[in-house]
């Protein structure tokens, strides 16, 4: 509408009816009355929008009003509970917070609703169900925003937090120690950083903490767990087997998986880890027995098909192993650990398509998670894919643009695809950020080396 008189016929209306529709009631005018533009003047639910009237001015306008709004809300929701906080009530405080934050997620829901595709409101949403540790239904708000704009630092850092409070995520340790802090004999959080310190490859750490494990268990306590301690002390110890190459570390490894079998009999990934150090000290006869028996054991949890999916791919026998992983995926859709660990699986046989598949299901649970893109770039570079492996690559970086091995894989890839001085910056990120990253430099000694060959081999 176009005239003053309209503008402020409106504007009676809307002040007289205390109208708040679900969805924006937008007022255009040639000229607004400087009074009317006075905050609290109109209903919270009214735009006022000026020309030139474009659609990029209406978003525009929209999304000032809509961070405006979520500002306020965010620092009134923080007054209310600091209030409550240091108030001499009698009122149930963890009850009256909880209050507090879905009443405010009710009205950021109608930010949301006034313009969808910003991500600011799903954001917000986010911080509320994070904030009274509802952090699984914070996930898809966060997700959403994400897929709306996937720039926003601030949706990655909450989303990763997120999972690693459901324990969903790869890197959670400096969440796990500071629970360990509070609770230094919990036999169940010293086995989940000693798996933690695994996927760190730290398993020195990892060796300390799950004897800790085992140490402290109760007999109270469910016997798996003390098994998965075991696995894991055994993992350790295979690995350490593995990077010093001495071999008694497979031995106690061994020990150590057969422990976990008479623990609880029933725990897959016992078998498959026995399975494959029977393997590794060429007791071949020992491991065919050991997979004879896996796969008697009827699975009952999603990891437990994980693993079983292992043991039917290593054996050769694709057929079921397929079948195994589906099972596990029907049983937990959105566990990025099964999916990671299946992919892993995958590459270790040279599979690396279908290694694709499982960590592109894997991104889907997690968009947040730069061990997934970083996986992605290796699957796709072994496929000599290396457009796609550094897309993947610089995404990750996107998230996380500090670190080191990103980088060194970006390199990699760039100098397989003859972009050489992109590889040669990317290494050089590497060692700037870990000046001690071996790796790194010897890479960078190679090609100066080529380059300084090269050079001779044109001047002759």
């Known amino acids: 509408m176009d005239s003053a008189n309209n503008e402020l016929r409106w504007s009676r209306i809307l002040l007289e009816r205390g109208l708040e529709p679900n969805v924006p009631f937008v007022l255009f005018s040639g000229r607004f009355d400087e009074k009317l533009k006075i905050e609290g003047v109109f209903p919270e639910s009214v735009i006022l929008l000026e020309p030139p009237f474009t659609i990029e001015n209406l978003t525009k306008t929209m999304a000032f009003k809509i961070t405006a709004a979520i500002a306020r809300e965010e620092a009134g929701r923080s007054a209310a509970i600091e209030w409550l906080v240091h108030a001499n009530t009698t009122t149930d405080i963890s009850t009256a917070i909880d209050d507090l934050y879905m009443s405010s997620a009710r009205r950021l829901n109608k930010y949301r609703q006034y313009a969808p595709w910003f991500s600011s409101?799903?954001?917000?949403?986010?911080?509320?169900?994070?904030?009274?540790?509802?952090?699984?239904?914070?996930?898809?708000?966060?997700?959403?925003?994400?897929?709306?704009?996937?720039?926003?630092?601030?949706?990655?850092?909450?989303?990763?937090?997120?999972?690693?409070?459901?324990?969903?995520?790869?890197?959670?340790?400096?969440?796990?120690?500071?629970?360990?802090?509070?609770?230094?004999a919990s036999s169940d959080l010293l086995l989940r950083i000693g798996e933690a310190d695994l996927r760190e490859d730290n398993y020195e750490s990892a060796m300390a903490h799950f004897k800790k494990a085992i140490e402290n268990f109760k007999p109270s306590e469910k016997p798996r767990r003390k098994a998965k301690a075991h696995v894991g002390l055994g993992r350790a110890f295979f690995i350490k087997?593995?990077?010093?190459?001495?071999?008694?570390?497979?031995?106690?490894?061994?020990?150590?998986?057969?422990?976990?079998v008479d623990a609880d009999p029933t725990l897959i990934a016992a078998y498959n880890n026995l399975i494959l150090t029977y393997r590794k000290l060429g007791m071949f006869a020992e491991a065919k027995k050991a997979v004879e028996r896996a796969i008697t054991v009827t699975p009952t949890e999603a990891e437990d098909w994980a693993e079983l999916f292992e043991i039917y791919l290593a054996d050769g026998d694709a057929g079921k192993a397929r079948y195994a992983l589906q099972k596990a995926v029907k049983l937990d859709p959105e566990n990025q650990r099964i999916l990671c660990s299946a992919g892993a699986a995958y590459?270790?046989?040279?599979?690396?398509?279908?290694?694709?598949?499982?960590?592109?299901?894997?991104?889907g649970a997690n968009p947040s998670d730069i061990h997934i893109y970083n996986n992605l770039g290796i699957c796709h570079r072994r496929l000599l894919e290396l457009d796609t492996a550094i897309k993947y690559y610089l995404t990750a970086l996107k998230i996380e643009p500090d670190d080191k091995n990103?980088?060194?894989?970006?390199?990699?890839?760039?100098?397989?695809n003859n972009e050489r001085e992109k590889a040669f910056r990317s290494f050089n990120k590497s060692l700037a950020i870990d000046p001690a990253f071996m790796e790194a430099r010897k890479v960078l000694k190679g090609?100066?080396?080529y380059d300084a060959a090269d050079q001779r081999g044109a001047a002759r």
């Not at 087997?241 to 976990?260: C, H, L, P, R, W």
């Not at 590459?347 to 991104?363: C, D, H, K, S």
């Not at 990103?406 to 397989?416: D, P």
């Open 121 to 184: 409101p799903h954001i917000a949403l986010g911080k509320v169900y994070a904030g009274c540790n509802r952090h699984k239904e914070a996930v898809p708000h966060l997700k959403t925003a994400l897929s709306l704009d996937f720039n926003r630092q601030d949706a990655h850092r909450l989303l990763a937090l997120c999972y690693r409070r459901t324990g969903q995520a790869f890197d959670e340790l400096s969440e796990l120690r500071k629970m360990l802090e509070a609770d230094p």
């Open 241 to 260: 087997g593995e990077q010093t190459d001495v071999a008694s570390n497979f031995g106690t490894a061994k020990t150590e998986f057969q422990s976990a």
């Open 347 to 363: 590459i270790r046989q040279g599979m690396f398509r279908e290694a694709v598949v499982q960590f592109e299901t894997a991104l």
């Open 406 to 416: 990103i980088h060194f894989n970006l390199g990699k890839a760039y100098l397989q």
């Open 447 to 449: 090609i100066k080396n």
